[in-house]
């Protein structure tokens, strides 16, 4: 039962364009709102998160933006850099209980 | 070092055979969680070591799946009598403790590469 879903498994921009990474999520009860970027062979890294008070969080390049009622995050990095071309995920936490649910992750590639 | 290590990086083994990964957390991290990531998939939450509490298992996804935190840092998965279907990467991350928002933040390691043959 995938609670966090990344429907788009890839992505590619253009350099200098606005990437917009997606993600859904079912359970309501998610308070607490993540995204991780990772390289290959890497561990995931945090990059920036967000809690169900607010609806934007912004950090340089990096914003994410939280529809509660349609339970929607998505990321936007402007001006994608070749650097961001790495895997994405979206992660989640209910305000009870100690599991973060992770989704399946978006590739993507930003083209010089 | 200051990150999250794991150890071994990569590990082959022969289906039946036990296996242990290794995880250092980051120092003064009282949460340790462990994760796994099979090919296309998400990551799978496993298991979460919460200072000297009791662990919370209930993503472990068979009795053959086990873990220990010695001294609230250092921690061990073991794997017994491996299946293919085993084969993924694990991951472990830590964070500080369950204080406030920004505080759950996890941090990873960069995993070890099991492959069962």
Known sequence: DQQVKQNSPSLSVQEG???????DYTNSMFDYFL???????????FL?????????????????FLNKSAKHLSLHIVPSQPGDS???????????????????GTSLTVIP | ?????????????????DVELRCDPISGHTALYWYR???????????????????DK?????????AERTGGSVSTLTIQR??????????????????????????????TRLLVL
């Not at chain 1, 364009?17 to 993600?23: A, K, P, Q, T, Y």
């Open chain 1, 17 to 23: 364009r606005i990437s917009i990474l997606n993600c």
């Open chain 1, 35 to 45: 995204w991780y970027k990772k390289y290959p062979a890497e561990g995931p890294t």
């Open chain 1, 48 to 64: 920036i998160s967000i809690s169900s008070i607010k609806d934007k969080n912004e950090d340089g390049r990096f914003t994410v």
């Open chain 1, 86 to 104: 790495a895997v994405y995920f979206c992660a989640a936490k209910p305000d009870t209980g100690n599991q973060f649910y992770f989704g399946t």
């Open chain 2, 1 to 17: 070092g200051a990150g999250v290590s794991q150890s071994p990086s990569n590990k082959v083994t022969e289906k039946g055979k």
């Open chain 2, 37 to 55: 990531q099979s090919l296309g998939q998400g990551l799978e939450f496993l298991i979460y070591f919460q200072g000297n509490s009791a662990p």
């Open chain 2, 58 to 66: 209930s993503g472990l996804p068979s009795d053959r799946f086990s």
């Open chain 2, 82 to 111: 491996t299946q293919q279907e085993d084969s993924a990467v694990y991951l472990c991350a830590s964070s500080l403790s369950r204080g406030g928002v920004g505080q759950e933040t996890q941090y990873f390691g960069p995993g």
